[in-house]
């Protein structure tokens, strides 16, 4: 277990590496296409967001070293140490979280204009960036948030391709190499941390709720 648990922040790098990546680039992009529906640049977001969730991830993650630390020798090909390191990996690892929440904002977005605050802020003369900043974007926070904890579990147990293209030592290493040695002991282990860390982060989801939205409050508390 302590070897496991060695490997635990590398994983929890990667994969939180890759959640910051695939937040800063898909809600705008969300954003952007919910403004412009079925306009040209709601159909290519529409699109590009489909095709990099169909993308195989260790296919990219070969072409992205083939080009970026092979031919331009921006980054490295593998390894860690340095965030120059983390590049490759967080990027292969967010690009099919990217399309999920492009998706996901865009359509919540859509819902969400039609409802009749939308209208009424409006009608005062609020400006759109505000209407969709200020009301609309924290209305559809919710289910948002609830696919981004699900997506960070699925994270860590897709970082098992992405760590073994780029010798990232993190458990999904460490859980291929137990079960080409036949440690079940420490695959049971790395299991059960993946297992743990999955339930933790869907707990505080939940609780994040309360936050979200001031109308949901925990079962016990009464008026």
Partial sequence: MAHVLERLPFSLELAGAAMALAILA???????????????????????SLAVQ????FWVG???ILVFARIMKVVPSGGTG???HLVLPAVTLAL?????????VRNGLLEEMREGYVQTARSKGLAERIVIRAHVVRNM?????????LQFGVLLGGAVVVEMVFSWPGIGRLLIDSISNRDYPV???SVAVMATVFVVLNLAVDLLYGILDP???????HG
């Avoid at 992009?29 to 640049?41: H, N, T």
């Avoid at 169909?54 to 991830?57: A, K």
């Avoid at 926070?141 to 904890?149: A, S």
């Fill in 82 to 84: 340095t965030w120059l």
């Fill in 96 to 104: 099919p979280l990217i399309g999920v929440i492009v998706r996901l």
């Fill in 187 to 189: 695959v049971q282990a």
């Fill in 215 to 221: 109308r949901i409050r925990l079962g016990g508390r």
């Fill in 62 to 64: 070969i072409m992205l």
């Fill in 141 to 149: 926070l919710i289910p948002v948030v609830t696919v981004l904890g």
């Fill in 54 to 57: 169909g993308l195989p991830t």
């Fill in 26 to 48: 898909g809600f705008p992009l969300g954003i952007f296409a919910a403004r412009y529906p079925g306009r040209l640049v709601d159909r290519i977001a529409s699109m590009l």
